[in-house]
């Protein structure tokens, strides 16, 4: 079954007063998505707009957007997706320039959005349904300038963490692949499983749009909580009492420090822990503390989700022998380190990652090369080491900024560090460097200190050129750490030490 007919088999047979979606304290039913879905459905229809018809959706973290994801991907067209956390002038620069036939967004979003040239027809979305709003001063688009997209079942945006985000086509094998291997429907036809997921991550970022429709493909009813807050996240878990929940470094160390009652997270088992590297002594604190194994993951949009994971069973296997790894292949993906040429490289040396399978946008016979540097072991299991892309070359000499982050979290009071490269005239690129202070481990460290730090245990020239003391790193919708903010608060900072110097 693909993942279009099994939303469609939901979206035609699920008891109309079925659960779906928890969001701000209220069930959000089949029966209601339903409803959402035919209006949206009948809305495109009468535009002309079918088959695959590229159809984009200001994606905010409500159920009547999850209704419309289901929507399209079962009517056969393609979802394109536009943030809604970016600013006003970029976002109508983003849909300007998208090509969709038709937006749909919330009644807020669509003043947002204002006037645009050449528009795209505008349906408003509320839990009523999705009706043709009020069109926009410009030529119109209609359905023959439709740009179609077919075999395409989402052009997904990047989270944009080292530059502008990216729009990522995902094909249709590659989500059906994604889905049938992470989350299999109910055998023998059934409609549901039982269970319910705690969605944390927003939508419009790969980790939230896999975490609401993954558990719905396979039955489950899904809780919206949109970006997290740790009060109504344990009361979730207090209420729901989930098996495994899915978090991200930031929001484990929000749970640590927020020091929550263990007999709250009783029914907790394993925690998957994804788009971002989660420090081994963070995955042993929750163990220690909570009884919760965390299991790394590993992946990126390009490839449809996640490509490496842990199982419980594996965990408690082999993770005292390969702390820090990100877990071995899924089903029907396969896994190589090559050296420069392309040449396969041997277990335990540092390589480039390329990854093979239906999940790879290059189809299951071609190897895609990765931006990420990485080394196998014999038994299969995946280290990843930093990126290629992110060395910085500081006037002919590489620095690794996961090395440099490494070294910067030893210092007791930092809770997280993150590197960045900024440009410089002599040299091209110099590395900087930001910390999170933790304040529960002792005082606020100075940058003095973490300089010292940095002289005793790494080269010369890895050393940052500034470091920055904040109480929080500025951090991406998706919660990864922002390094465009953060050379902006750099260059702030450094700006200010020339003013006081000059006074």
Not at 20 to 26: K, L, N, V, W
Not at 172 to 187: E, G, H, I, N, R
Not at 425 to 437: F, H, I, M, S, T
């Amino acid at each position: 079954m693909t993942s279009r007919s099994r939303f469609r088999l939901l979206l035609e047979n699920a008891p109309g007063d079925a659960r779906a979606i928890e969001f701000e304290g209220r069930w959000t039913t089949w029966g209601e998505l339903r409803q959402v879905a035919s209006t949206i459905q009948q809305s495109l229809r009468t535009l002309g707009l079918n088959g695959a018809a590229r159809i984009g959706v200001v994606l905010e973290d409500r159920p009547e957007h999850v209704a419309a994801l289901l929507a399209i991907i079962a009517g056969d067209q393609c979802v394109v997706t536009v943030s809604p956390l970016q600013p006003a002038e970029r976002m109508r620069g983003d849909i300007a320039g998208s090509g969709v036939s038709a937006l749909l967004a919330s009644p807020s979003m669509l003043e947002v959005v204002g006037t645009l040239p050449a528009a795209p027809h505008l349906l408003e979305l509320t839990l009523d349904g999705a009706s043709v709003a009020r069109q926009p001063v410009g030529r119109q688009r209609g359905a023959g300038d439709a740009v179609g997209a077919p075999g395409i079942t989402v052009e997904m945006l990047t989270s944009g963490t080292t530059g502008p985000p990216k729009r990522i086509s995902i094909a249709d094998q590659q989500f059906d692949a994604a889905l049938t291997t992470s989350v299999p429907a109910p055998p023998d036809g059934a409609l549901f499983r039982s269970g319910t997921t705690l969605v944390t991550t927003p939508l419009v970022h790969i980790g939230g749009f896999w975490g609401s429709l993954g558990p719905l493909y396979a039955g489950r009813s899904i809780v919206l909580l949109g970006k997290f807050d740790l009060d109504r996240w344990v009361d979730a878990v207090v209420r729901h009492r989930p098996r495994a929940v899915a978090m991200v470094p930031a929001t484990l160390r929000a749970v640590l420090s927020g020091d929550v009652p263990r007999e709250k997270l009783a029914s907790i088992e394993v925690a998957t822990a994804g788009t971002a590297p989660v420090p081994v002594a963070l995955t042993e604190e929750m163990l220690d503390r909570y009884g919760v194994r965390v299991l790394p993951t590993y992946g990126a949009t390009e490839f449809a989700g996640g490509v490496t994971a842990w199982t419980l069973g594996q965990h408690r296997e082999w993770w005292e022998r390969k702390k820090g790894s990100v877990g071995r292949a899924l089903p029907g993906v396969e896994l190589r380190v090559v050296d420069d040429h392309g040449d396969e490289i041997p277990h335990g040396e540092h390589g480039i990652l390329e990854i093979r399978g239906r999940q790879s946008p290059s189809g299951i016979h071609a190897w895609q090369p990765t931006s990420d540097l990485a080394s196998l072991d014999e038994d299969g299991f995946l280290w990843i080491h930093g990126r290629t892309d992110d060395a910085i070359v500081r006037g002919g000499f590489k620095v690794h900024p996961n090395d440099v982050r490494a070294v910067l979290e030893r210092h007791p009071a930092v809770r997280e560090a993150s590197v960045a490269p900024l440009p410089d005239a002599r040299l091209g690129q110099v590395p900087v460097a930001a910390v999170e202070w933790e304040p529960g481990a002792g005082p606020r460290p100075t940058a003095e200190e973490l300089f010292v730090l940095c002289r005793q245990h790494l080269t010369p020239y890895e050393v940052p050129a500034r470091i920055v003391v904040l109480d929080e790193l500025p951090r991406t919708s998706s919660m990864k750490v922002s390094r465009t903010e953060l050379l902006d608060i750099v260059r702030s900072d450094a700006i200010g030490a020339s003013e006081h110097a000059r006074a």
